[in-house]
């Protein structure tokens, strides 16, 4: 029965039980596991995504790498995608100060910082303003502020294509009365949301403390839980080019702040790049066999 190598990780924080939960399988060079085996260990495991990373013929700076959350295969994830880095490059200490991840999302490179964080670098997602917004646009905002456009200073809508994301730009909206709000559609516009076929609702603002530039929330809109995405690290390729094109930041420290929360620092070195950096707490190692 072939064992392999399983650690479960909370990224983008440096306190235990923080962040976004992640599990990391490493699969030696010489052994396999078929998709089928990965989806199932996936599901046993039941967090938020298991990243499933393979050394490319005993290349020690060369990885394949899927994710998977408990009922299908992920197209991308950035937190998970961190815990990988983490776990190769701070806990299994490999030789490489950076390594490749052949991903379903294409190359994903992933050094170490000079503090023990995982810097990553990913394409950029730049969203699209939508200047006539359909009523769904609008019911997405009630669901999450409680308040109507009317009732905030400003509420701009964009739609994310790469990621298929509705993201909507909050001002006048405090941070901590931002952390405090939650998303909480009724019976009556739970169908309406869904109908939108969408992936998640990204809600942005600009932070008022001087330490952090911008907070978000992230919720997942397909499908009828409408559960909250604890950290985010694809949602922030999205909210990097659009405070770069709004703002004119090239460096934002941005924080999630989610129940659980999250901080991490954003770059754009170029228009189709988001270099993020983040720390990640390893909290349970072992074996598991398939």
């Given at each position: 029965?072939?064992?392999f190598e399983i650690y479960?990780?909370?990224?983008?924080?440096?306190?235990?039980?923080?962040?976004?939960?992640?599990?990391?399988?490493?699969?030696?060079?010489?052994?396999?596991?078929?998709?089928?085996?990965?989806?199932?260990?996936?599901?046993?495991?039941?967090?938020?995504?298991?990243?499933?990373?393979?050394?490319?013929?005993?290349?020690?700076?060369?990885?394949?790498?899927?994710?998977?959350?408990?009922?299908?295969?992920?197209?991308?994830?950035?937190?998970?995608?961190?815990?990988?880095?983490?776990?190769?490059?701070?806990?299994?200490?490999?030789?490489?100060?950076?390594?490749?991840?052949?991903?379903?999302?294409?190359?994903?490179?992933?050094?170490?910082?000079?503090?023990?964080?995982?810097?990553?670098?990913?394409?950029?997602?730049?969203?699209?303003?939508?200047?006539?917004?359909?009523?769904?646009?609008?019911?997405?905002?009630?669901?999450?502020?409680?308040?109507?456009?009317?009732?905030?200073?400003?509420?701009?809508?964009?739609?994310?294509?790469?990621?298929?994301?509705?993201?909507?730009?909050?001002?006048?909206?405090?941070?901590?009365?931002?952390?405090?709000?939650?998303?909480?559609?009724?019976?009556?516009t739970s169908q309406e949301?869904?109908?939108?076929?969408?992936?998640?609702?990204?809600?942005?603002?600009?932070?008022?403390?001087?330490?952090?530039?911008?907070?978000?929330?992230?919720?997942?809109?397909?499908?009828?839980?409408?559960?909250?995405?604890?950290?985010?690290?694809?949602?922030?390729?999205?909210?990097?080019?659009?405070?770069?094109?709004?703002?004119?930041?090239?460096?934002?420290?941005a924080h999630q702040c989610?129940?659980?929360?999250?901080?991490?620092?954003?770059?754009?070195?170029?228009?189709?790049?988001?270099?993020?950096?983040?720390?990640?707490?390893?909290?349970?190692?072992?074996?598991?066999?398939?």
């Amino acid at each position: 029965m072939p064992t392999f190598e399983i650690y479960v990780v909370d990224a983008f924080t440096t306190a235990r039980f923080g962040g976004n939960a992640a599990a990391v399988v490493v699969i030696p060079h010489d052994k396999d596991m078929d998709e089928t085996t990965m989806q199932n260990v996936a599901s046993e495991v039941n967090l938020p995504m298991t990243a499933f990373v393979k050394a490319q013929s005993g290349d020690q700076a060369s990885y394949k790498l899927l994710w998977f959350n408990p009922t299908a295969k992920a197209a991308f994830c950035g937190h998970a995608t961190l815990a990988a880095g983490h776990v190769l490059l701070n806990i299994l200490k490999l030789p490489a100060t950076s390594i490749k991840f052949d991903s379903p999302a294409g190359v994903l490179n992933a050094s170490k910082g000079s503090a023990d964080e995982i810097v990553l670098q990913f394409p950029s997602s730049p969203p699209t303003v939508v200047t006539e917004p359909p009523s769904a646009y609008r019911t997405v905002l009630h669901a999450f502020t409680g308040l109507s456009v009317a009732d905030i200073k400003t509420a701009v809508f964009y739609y994310a294509p790469r990621a298929n994301d509705l993201v909507i730009l909050l001002d006048g909206v405090d941070d901590t009365k931002f952390a405090a709000l939650d998303f909480a559609p009724s019976a009556d516009t739970s169908q309406e949301i869904l109908a939108l076929n969408m992936r998640a609702a990204v809600f942005v603002a600009r932070s008022q403390r001087n330490d952090t530039d911008s907070i978000a929330r992230v919720f997942h809109i397909n499908n009828a839980g409408f559960d909250e995405d604890q950290v985010t690290g694809s949602a922030h390729t999205i909210i990097a080019p659009l405070f770069s094109s709004l703002f004119g930041m090239q460096r934002i420290r941005a924080h999630q702040c989610s129940r659980r929360g999250g901080r991490m620092l954003i770059e754009m070195p170029d228009s189709d790049t988001v270099v993020i950096s983040g720390h990640a707490v390893t909290v349970i190692q072992g074996n598991i066999s398939t």
